[in-house]
């Protein structure tokens, strides 16, 4: 998962992509409405369920 927001991070810092939706986005909102910690595997399948199709791809 650190990997994920790292690559998000960098690709998010070049000015070329514009703005960078991810997984790495949805960790880093996850982490933060869940007091500071990461979402472990059972709140990340939670979400999962929820995603519209369309972000599932």
Known sequence: MEQIEEIHD????????GKV??????LKVGKTLNS???LDN?????IYNE????FRE
């Open 21 to 26: 939706l991810s997984l790495g986005t949805m």
């Open 51 to 54: 995603l519209p199709e369309e």
């Open 42 to 46: 059972f709140l990340l399948a939670l």
């Open 36 to 38: 500071g910690k990461p």
């Open 10 to 17: 960098y690709l998010d810092g070049l000015d070329q992509p």
